[in-house]
């Protein structure tokens, strides 16, 4: 599957022209549009279907982002933590959803019971004011600004989110 965000309409119209009236293949055209993003799906399928549609959704978020280019190292660790949570046995049953960005999980399909809102992971935004000794993974776990830990290991970020959510309840 393949999403583009084209803000030159000769160039959009040039795309349709080769790929419906000549036919040209899909990669031939990508590789000369870099307006092109192809999209792949996780290469870990969640044997429950409601929750593999979850995990789509969540993965489709990156083409909400209308400069999603520009963010490549953040994009790079969110699919990284995507992954990473998709995998973790921990979380195989639970739905997950994005929240201004941040990661959280809902243990029904209709997200109607999940934990508080200040329970989230997410990878860290850097900078050049902000740096890497941030850490890469940081973990919100209560409503104080400082309730928090920075990981520099998704593995272990997530099994720091995984214990705070065994040690509260969802919410309604």
């Known amino acids: 599957m393949f999403w583009g965000r084209f803000v030159d309409l000769d160039r959009l119209t040039k795309v349709i022209k080769l790929w419906t009236d000549d036919e040209v293949d899909i990669g031939i055209i ?28 969540v993965r489709n978020m990156f083409f ?4 999603f280019w520009k963010d490549t190292e953040w994009n790079y660790r969110y699919l990284e933590l995507l992954t990473a949570a998709k995998r973790h046995k921990s979380l195989e049953n639970y739905y997950p959803f994005t929240s201004l960005g941040r990661l959280r999980f809902s243990i029904d399909q209709d997200y109607k019971k999940t934990w508080s809102l200040d329970l989230y992971i997410v990878p860290t935004m850097q ?26 290991n998704v593995n272990d970020a997530l099994d ?13």
Request: aromatic share 16%; net charge negative; proline share 3%.
């Open 127 to 152: 900078s050049k004011e902000i740096g890497k000794d941030l850490g890469e993974f940081y973990v919100s776990f209560n409503d104080k600004r400082m309730a928090r830990e920075v990981f520099e």
């Open 30 to 57: 990508v590789s000369d549009f870099r307006e092109i993003e192809g999209y792949e799906g996780f290469d870990f399928i969640n044997s429950n279907p409601d929750i593999e549609k979850a995990w789509t959704k």
């Open 160 to 172: 720091f989110y995984v214990m705070k959510l065994s040690d509260t309840h969802p919410e309604k």
């Open 64 to 67: 909400n982002n209308t400069v």
